[in-house]
Structures are given as structure tokens and as C-alpha cells.
T-cell receptor, first 120, second 112 residues
Framework: EAQVTQNPRYLITVTGKKLTVTCSQN?????MSWYRQDPGLGLRQIYY???????DKGDVPEGYKVSRKEKRNFPLILESPSPNQTSLYFC???????????????????FGEGSRLTVL | SQQGEEDPQALSIQEGENATMNCSYK?????LQWYRQNSGRGLVHLIL???NEREKHSGRLRVTLDTSKKSSSLLITASRAADTASYFC????????????WGAGTKLIIKP
């Protein structure tokens, strides 16, 4: 079954304690991305990756790190979590379907079920 | 950065009625996508419409795109209780470097 798997689904931690949220997809997608979702703010992109060893900042990268050593995995690392990182986190992946005039466009995103993180 | 804006923010209708949600955006796009999110769950892709398309259907869903007005609408016909969810539009802007830009969503409640 095609899926994006995130772990853990729920986590309560304390300020400053390093944590990693894992993300794995089994669809051989080049594109992977991390979002956070907060009430009233919608989805905000943290980091994205267009392929192995290629990562780039999204809109809210401060306080986060990522790596893409393998195509299927894209972990999100919080080196020193703070209470303002309390949020619902989503990992997503996609192919790059060809768009108009042979360009590559962002295609359908497949989302994980989310990881609810609370930092005390 | 938020490009898409959904309208209305919330919508409550009776089961069986049609639901219409709108999305406006600011810059030229390659495509526009609609997603559904059940409470606290992951988003699920509904429809992708390219900039050279005007209308697309998928089951009870109909999406229109008006690039001259920079707007899109999602119509759900014959709504069911299971359609209760939040609906988001996301735009793949021409100069976005493969980043989808999301609206804040429309919360749809279907009353039985």
C-alpha cells in the first residue's frame, strides 16, 4: 500500500531535549516536504527536498534541521525544542509530473497522518 | 507565505445540499490543487487542475478555475455527513520553486 509513515504520532517533551520525527515513503517519490499546522495559520512549509542530498528551506525553517540521505526517508530534527514549536507536523511526498511546455510542476502530495508535538 | 484564501472560512449545510467553496490567489500558477482534511488527520488530495484547464470533475466534486480572476471553486454535490472536513486549496505558483502555497481552509459541516 502506497503510504507516508511518520513517527511518533504523539510526543510530549521538554524544552531543549533533542528529538527527531521520522518520515518514510514507499512510492519512490523524489519530492518530500515537512509542514507544520497551527490553528488559524494553515499549513506552513518548514523544509523540502527535491531529491537525495538536496534540501531547501521553506517558510519557517528556524529551529529545525532535515537530512535526505536516502530517497525514502526525510527526518525532521529539532535540536533544542522550544514551546513555540508545539504544533501538528506533517510529512508529504510527491512525484514531479510534467507540466505545460515540458516544465516540471509540483504534483499531488501524499501526506502522512501527522505528528502532534507538545514542548513543555 | 499564504497565497490562497478560501471563502467562506466556515460553512454549515444540510445533508443532501450542495456545498461551494472558493479560493483566490495572487500570482500566475502552474496548477491549483484541492485537499480535504478530516479533523486532526493527514490531508488527502482531491483534484489537481492545470492553468490551461477550466473545469474538472471527480465523482461528486467539480472544480473550476478562472485564471483571469485568479480564483477557483470547489463544488460538492449531494453532500453527505462524511464530507464534514476542512478543505484547502494549494497553488503551484509559476516562480514558486516547487513550493505549494496554501490557504487557511474552509471548515465544512454537514448536518444530518
Amino acid at each position: 500500500e502506497a503510504q507516508v509513515t511518520q513517527n511518533p504520532r504523539y510526543l510530549i517533551t521538554v524544552t531543549g531535549k533533542k528529538l527527531t520525527v521520522t518520515c518514510s515513503q514507499n512510492m519512490n517519490h523524489e519530492y518530500m516536504s515537512w509542514y507544520r499546522q497551527d490553528p488559524g495559520l494553515g499549513l506552513r512549509q518548514i523544509y523540502y527536498s527535491m531529491n537525495v542530498e538536496v534540501t531547501d528551506k521553506g517558510d519557517v525553517p528556524e529551529g529545525y534541521k532535515v537530512s535526505r540521505k536516502e530517497k525514502r526517508n526525510f527526518p525532521l530534527i529539532l535540536e533544542s525544542p522550544s514551546p513555540n514549536q508545539t504544533s501538528l507536523y506533517f510529512c508529504a511526498s510527491s512525484l514531479f509530473p510534467e507540466g505545460l511546455a515540458g516544465t516540471l510542476n509540483t504534483g499531488e502530495l501524499f501526506f502522512g497522518e501527522g505528528s502532534r508535538l507538545t514542548v513543555l | 507565505s499564504q497565497q490562497g484564501e478560501e471563502d467562506p472560512q466556515a460553512l454549515s449545510i444540510q445533508e443532501g445540499e450542495n456545498a461551494t467553496m472558493n479560493c483566490s490567489y495572487k500570482t500566475s500558477i502552474n496548477n491549483l490543487q484541492w485537499y480535504r482534511q478530516n479533523s486532526g488527520r493527514g490531508l488527502v488530495h482531491l483534484i489537481l487542475i492545470r492553468s490551461n484547464e477550466r473545469e474538472k470533475h471527480s465523482g461528486r466534486l467539480r472544480v473550476t478555475l478562472d485564471t483571469s480572476k485568479k480564483s477557483s471553486s470547489l463544488l460538492i454535490t449531494a453532500s453527505r455527513a462524511a464530507d464534514t472536513a476542512s478543505y484547502f486549496c494549494a497553488t503551484d505558483a509559476v516562480d514558486s520553486n516547487y513550493q505549494l502555497i496554501w490557504g487557511a481552509g474552509t471548515k465544512l459541516i454537514i448536518k444530518p
